[in-house]
């Protein structure tokens, strides 16, 4: 009776003492009835933040208010307006606001519409419809830019690397190779080693689409540890994130400090997105909260933390149902513009989070038409795999089998996996539940 | 992947940005009616930030004060952002756009991703609304992506859905009735769904606060007031009515509550043991039922309140278990009794974890930040009068059937079997499987 009593006693205190104190404003359900704010010190919203100090936050507001003044008196000096695109795309990718392509379109409103705009506006529009999966328009433009006889070879060596990107996310690697071997040839010899640097980069990556994973590592590697004689310092973010990808698909646990380093030079959405992912499937909940913490804002954002409320805290609890709501209608929103983007994220939220894994598949598979990338296969796999239809996923094995494409989270159990074979084992074996990457 | 190498090429900053955030969107809900048209608009204060500089303090943060101040601009924006045009000639708006208290006080309403500005409009038209075209303009100037999610109706008819997107010049809205005049085919800016499509979308959760508003006739700002605190109650009392685990858990103790221990000499072999008989003293068998009832709702309200305030707020995967567990211990409590008089302590301590239970049912009601206290007493008091009928109604069949052998059965055997079903859901909600209802 009396230990009764004292376990008793001790499970009313951890309920009373056991949990921080959530402390978020946003921990209620989303309610479209108008309220008016109690106090007039209450924050009401937190605007997408500057970077560095209040000093320089302020500094950087102020030149951003001075820059949109300058652009309203003087519309149509290009200079002026590619300068605040450029900003506009850098800020965009920082914090993933598709806002601020709407910023470029409308900073470069006079030439926009243009049959044939000056090329750096055809370079940014290209890179604007890429950034909206509008692939076609994209290649369009890119296709034309590189068929002008006499180009500036900064702008044809940034066309030949955004349409690199494109063909790759299409799936057209041998396209995309083509591409990052004229880029590290003789003609962008006077761009220095910074360009050379990103054209090696780019091959090693398609190497390892491709099957030569192991040389692609040590080439990446190689470029990590030999530091640029252009660009003093660290290895650069995005050359980290590249090597932690590359290991993720190879199921080496060198991905996670990694992902961590390059998040720590380049700390925006895509990267801690991709860390997340990697945290889920290592089943770490817990720090993909603390990692995402404050960046909601951003929808993949928010599928990374629904996800990790799922298996830190279970799929009845609040905070997991509030943000999977809150997701669903972030997509629902996102359906009637008509953006179709989402495919890959829609997927893996009707699959991890809602459990239809019909829907999932549907969406997996319009995805898979329009895009190739490893993160796309895994959706569709998982998703066919979920939803009992194994058949669905054939298109993946063919890409894969073409291409020599390898990836340690379509094996099954997440070891690594050797030259894709689709064996009936590896097909039927079903995959944890929590957080797979997309 | 190639894309984030473009990031890197220092010459010119141009990144890929997947889609992230939600769009910009902004909800206009637009009423003909006669010759008057009336519109909510809820538009971003992300969005008006951008253009009208309301972060005075350049702290990235805006303060409701921040937003109050500057009503009269968001106003005016908002009236210079929507012209409706009745039968060709452009209606006249009925109250100046920037006298801010004219008609509705300033107020926010939240979305998926923020807070938006829910600014209220009407216009004068000459004549009765026939044919209804919409100039859409809001930021057209500063972000083309921009869309109006326009729902529209004519009187109380049901809501048809156009997107808009701003600077596309007049589009028409297919107003049904009598006087509305059929056309085919929208411009393409203009994605007017027939009513079948917005039924489907009605049905979404992002629009259900807009059904729910249809339904009470009013425009979705039925969040306050006697009508919302009646909701609550009703919440309340609904809750623990379909909630089996409460109603298990207080059928446990109170079941023993019309007995009483006695300890005596067994016939046979004359050892003293304590066993179950019949109550003889009404009042103090009642006095037993008042304490665990009061235990329970002290108790319940104490941690629904903690959690409600967001003072403490645990994984419902932990409380929902330790419900199960709070309700296997009472029934077994009955059959082997550790704590026979004072079950008020165990109803207590248990209680406490029951308010974590209904504090997530009181969020997913859907609670707007702001006034937290008249939702919580309304639900609070729902749960006490659900839990007061679930006592008149067991009290007097158990006082009076408590000499039957039927009674003595129907305890033991009544235990046994709640402790058995809870003990199902406590393995259930430990491991997030489905084996029964509940």
Same mark, same amino acid.
């Given at each position: 009776?009396?230990?009764?009593?004292?376990?008793?006693?001790?499970?009313?205190?951890?309920?009373?003492?056991?949990?921080?104190?959530?402390?978020?404003?946003?921990?209620?359900?989303?309610?479209?009835?108008?309220?008016?704010?109690?106090?007039?010190?209450?924050?009401?919203?937190?605007?997408?933040?500057?970077?560095?100090?209040?000093?320089?936050?302020?500094?950087?507001?102020?030149?951003?208010?001075?820059?949109?003044?300058?652009?309203?008196?003087?519309?149509?000096?290009?200079?002026?307006?590619?300068?605040?695109?450029?900003?506009?795309?850098?800020?965009?990718?920082?914090?993933?606001?598709?806002?601020?392509?709407?910023?470029?379109?409308?900073?470069?409103?006079?030439?926009?519409?243009?049959?044939?705009?000056?090329?750096?506006?055809?370079?940014?529009?290209?890179?604007?419809?890429?950034?909206?999966?509008?692939?076609?328009?994209?290649?369009?433009?890119?296709?034309?830019?590189?068929?002008?006889?006499?180009?500036?070879?900064?702008?044809?060596?940034?066309?030949?690397?955004?349409?690199?990107?494109?063909?790759?996310?299409?799936?057209?690697?041998?396209?995309?190779?083509?591409?990052?071997?004229?880029?590290?040839?003789?003609?962008?010899?006077?761009?220095?080693?910074?360009?050379?640097?990103?054209?090696?980069?780019?091959?090693?990556?398609?190497?390892?689409?491709?099957?030569?994973?192991?040389?692609?590592?040590?080439?990446?590697?190689?470029?990590?540890?030999?530091?640029?004689?252009?660009?003093?310092?660290?290895?650069?973010?995005?050359?980290?994130?590249?090597?932690?990808?590359?290991?993720?698909?190879?199921?080496?646990?060198?991905?996670?400090?990694?992902?961590?380093?390059?998040?720590?030079?380049?700390?925006?959405?895509?990267?801690?997105?991709?860390?997340?992912?990697?945290?889920?499937?290592?089943?770490?909940?817990?720090?993909?909260?603390?990692?995402?913490?404050?960046?909601?804002?951003?929808?993949?954002?928010?599928?990374?933390?629904?996800?990790?409320?799922?298996?830190?805290?279970?799929?009845?609890?609040?905070?997991?149902?509030?943000?999977?709501?809150?997701?669903?209608?972030?997509?629902?929103?996102?359906?009637?513009?008509?953006?179709?983007?989402?495919?890959?994220?829609?997927?893996?939220?009707?699959?991890?989070?809602?459990?239809?894994?019909?829907?999932?598949?549907?969406?997996?598979?319009?995805?898979?038409?329009?895009?190739?990338?490893?993160?796309?296969?895994?959706?569709?796999?998982?998703?066919?795999?979920?939803?009992?239809?194994?058949?669905?996923?054939?298109?993946?094995?063919?890409?894969?089998?073409?291409?020599?494409?390898?990836?340690?989270?379509?094996?099954?159990?997440?070891?690594?996996?050797?030259?894709?074979?689709?064996?009936?084992?590896?097909?039927?074996?079903?995959?944890?539940?929590?957080?797979?990457?997309? | $992947?190639?894309?984030?190498?473009?990031?890197?090429?220092?010459?010119?900053?141009?990144?890929?940005?997947?889609?992230?955030?939600?769009?910009?969107?902004?909800?206009?809900?637009?009423?003909?009616?006669?010759?008057?048209?009336?519109?909510?608009?809820?538009?971003?204060?992300?969005?008006? %930030?951008?253009?009208?500089?309301?972060?005075?303090?350049?702290?990235?943060?805006?303060?409701?004060?921040?937003?109050?101040?500057?009503?009269?601009?968001?106003?005016?924006?908002?009236?210079?952002?929507?012209?409706?045009?009745?039968?060709?000639?452009?209606?006249?708006?009925?109250?100046?756009?920037?006298?801010?208290?004219?008609?509705?006080?300033?107020?926010?309403? $939240?979305?998926?991703?923020?807070?938006?500005?829910?600014?209220?409009?009407?216009?004068?038209?000459?004549?009765?609304?026939?044919?209804?075209?919409?100039?859409?303009?809001?930021?057209?100037?500063?972000?083309?992506?921009?869309?109006?999610?326009?729902?529209?109706?004519?009187?109380?008819?049901?809501?048809?859905?156009?997107?808009?997107?701003?600077?596309?010049?007049?589009?028409?809205?297919?107003?049904?009735?009598?006087?509305?005049?059929?056309?085919?085919?929208?411009?393409?800016?203009?994605?007017?769904?027939?009513?079948?499509?917005?039924?489907?979308?009605?049905?979404?959760?992002?629009?259900?606060?807009?059904?729910?508003?249809?339904?009470?006739?009013?425009?979705?700002?039925?969040?306050?007031?006697?009508?919302?605190?009646?909701?609550?109650?009703?919440?309340?009392?609904?809750?623990?009515?379909?909630?089996?685990?409460?109603?298990?858990?207080?059928?446990?103790? #109170?079941?023993?509550?019309?007995?009483?221990?006695?300890?005596?000499?067994?016939?046979?072999?004359?050892? $003293?043991?304590?066993?179950?008989?019949?109550?003889?003293?009404?009042?103090?068998?009642?006095?037993?039922?008042?304490?665990?009832?009061?235990?329970?709702?002290?108790?319940?309200?104490?941690?629904?309140?903690?959690?409600?305030? %967001?003072?403490?707020?645990?994984?419902?995967?932990?409380?929902?278990?330790?419900?199960?567990?709070?309700?296997?211990?009472?029934?077994?409590?009955?059959?082997?009794?550790?704590?026979?008089?004072?079950?008020?302590?165990?109803?207590?301590?248990?209680?406490?974890?029951?308010?974590?239970?209904?504090?997530?049912?009181?969020?997913?009601?859907?609670?707007?930040?702001?006034?937290?206290?008249?939702?919580?007493?309304?639900?609070?008091?729902?749960?006490?009068?659900?839990?007061?009928?679930?006592?008149?109604?067991? #009290?007097?069949?158990?006082?009076?059937?408590?000499?039957?052998?039927?009674?003595?059965?129907?305890?033991?055997?009544?235990?046994?079997?709640?402790?058995?079903?809870?003990? #199902?859901?406590?393995?259930?909600?430990?491991?997030?499987?489905?084996?029964?209802?509940?």
């Amino acid at each position: 009776m009396a230990r009764a009593a004292t376990l008793l006693r001790g499970l009313a205190l951890a309920t009373l003492v056991g949990w921080p104190a959530a402390g978020s404003p946003s921990s209620f359900a989303v309610d479209a009835g108008p309220a008016i704010p109690a106090r007039d010190d209450e924050i009401v919203e937190r605007l997408p933040a500057h970077v560095g100090d209040a000093a320089q936050r302020r500094a950087a507001r102020a030149a951003e208010r001075a820059q949109r003044a300058r652009l309203q008196a003087h519309p149509d000096e290009l200079g002026l307006a590619l300068q605040a695109a450029r900003d506009a795309l850098g800020r965009g990718r920082r914090r993933g606001d598709p806002r601020e392509l709407g910023t470029v379109e409308a900073v470069l409103a006079p030439w926009w519409k243009q049959a044939q705009p000056p090329p750096e506006v055809r370079l940014m529009r290209a890179t604007v419809h890429q950034s909206q999966h509008e692939f076609a328009a994209a290649l369009v433009d890119l296709d034309a830019l590189l068929a002008l006889p006499a180009l500036a070879l900064q702008v044809r060596a940034q066309a030949e690397l955004t349409r690199a990107g494109v063909q790759q996310v299409l799936g057209h690697l041998a396209e995309a190779e083509a591409g990052c071997r004229r880029l590290a040839g003789t003609a962008f010899i006077a761009l220095g080693d910074g360009a050379r640097r990103n054209a090696l980069a780019c091959l090693a990556e398609l190497a390892s689409l491709q099957g030569r994973d192991t040389a692609a590592s040590a080439a990446l590697a190689r470029l990590a540890n030999a530091p640029s004689t252009d660009v003093p310092g660290d290895a650069p973010g995005w050359l980290q994130l590249m090597r932690a990808e590359l290991a993720q698909r190879r199921g080496d646990p060198a991905a996670g400090p990694l992902f961590a380093a390059a998040l720590q030079s380049d700390p925006d959405v895509y990267t801690r997105c991709a860390y997340a992912d990697w945290l889920l499937d290592a089943g770490r909940p817990g720090e993909v909260l603390a990692l995402l913490a404050g960046h909601e804002a951003a929808d993949p954002v928010l599928l990374r933390v629904a996800l990790a409320e799922r298996a830190a805290f279970g799929a009845r609890d609040a905070r997991t149902r509030r943000d999977t709501r809150l997701l669903g209608e972030r997509f629902d929103a996102a359906l009637l513009r008509g953006d179709r983007s989402h495919g890959r994220e829609q997927s893996r939220y009707e699959l991890d989070l809602r459990g239809d894994p019909a829907a999932a598949l549907r969406l997996a598979q319009a995805n898979w038409r329009v895009q190739h990338e490893p993160a796309d296969a895994v959706a569709l796999v998982r998703a066919a795999r979920a939803a009992g239809r194994d058949a669905a996923a054939d298109e993946v094995w063919r890409f894969l089998h073409e291409t020599g494409g390898r990836d340690a989270r379509l094996a099954a159990g997440g070891a690594a996996a050797g030259p894709f074979l689709p064996g009936p084992t590896a097909a039927r074996d079903g995959l944890p539940m929590n957080g797979s990457p997309s | $992947m190639i894309r984030r190498l473009l990031a890197a090429l220092a010459l010119a900053v141009i990144a890929g940005s997947a889609a992230a955030h939600k769009a910009s969107d902004a909800y206009v809900t637009l009423r003909v009616a006669g010759a008057e048209v009336s519109a909510r608009l809820d538009i971003a204060l992300r969005d008006l %930030d951008r253009d009208l500089d309301l972060d005075a303090d350049a702290d990235d943060r805006l303060s409701w004060r921040e937003v109050r101040t500057r009503w009269s601009d968001i106003a005016a924006l908002a009236r210079a952002g929507l012209v409706p045009i009745a039968d060709g000639a452009a209606c006249t708006p009925a109250t100046p756009g920037n006298a801010p208290g004219a008609e509705a006080p300033p107020a926010l309403a $939240m979305h998926s991703d923020g807070r938006y500005a829910v600014v209220r409009l009407s216009w004068h038209c000459a004549a009765a609304v026939r044919q209804l075209e919409a100039d859409y303009r809001l930021f057209a100037r500063t972000d083309p992506t921009h869309r109006g999610i326009v729902r529209y109706a004519r009187d109380d008819g049901p809501l048809q859905l156009a997107v808009l997107g701003p600077g596309a010049g007049p589009v028409r809205l297919h107003l049904p009735g009598p006087p509305a005049v059929a056309t085919p085919a929208a411009p393409d800016t203009a994605i007017a769904v027939a009513a079948a499509g917005a039924q489907a979308l009605a049905a979404s959760p992002a629009f259900a606060t807009v059904r729910a508003a249809q339904a009470t006739g009013a425009d979705a700002d039925a969040s306050s007031g006697p009508a919302a605190f009646g909701g609550f109650v009703r919440e309340g009392i609904h809750h623990i009515l379909i909630g089996y685990d409460h109603i298990l858990f207080l059928l446990s103790l #109170l079941l023993p509550s019309v007995w009483q221990r006695r300890r005596e000499a067994a016939p046979a072999t004359g050892r $003293m043991h304590t066993r179950w008989v019949p109550a003889t003293d009404g009042r103090r068998a009642l006095a037993g039922v008042l304490k665990v009832v009061t235990a329970f709702t002290l108790a319940h309200s104490i941690t629904l309140a903690l959690s409600v305030f %967001d003072v403490v707020d645990p994984p419902s995967r932990w409380v929902e278990s330790t419900i199960a567990a709070s309700v296997v211990l009472a029934a077994l409590n009955n059959v082997w009794p550790l704590i026979a008089e004072a079950r008020w302590k165990l109803t207590f301590v248990f209680g406490l974890v029951h308010g974590f239970g209904f504090a997530s049912a009181l969020k997913d009601a859907g609670l707007a930040q702001g006034d937290l206290v008249s939702p919580l007493l309304g639900f609070n008091l729902g749960v006490e009068i659900g839990q007061l009928c679930i006592v008149g109604l067991v #009290l007097p069949l158990a006082w009076s059937s408590r000499a039957t052998r039927t009674y003595r059965g129907a305890f033991a055997g009544g235990s046994l079997a709640i402790a058995g079903v809870a003990a #199902l859901w406590l393995v259930q909600r430990a491991f997030d499987l489905s084996l029964i209802a509940g």
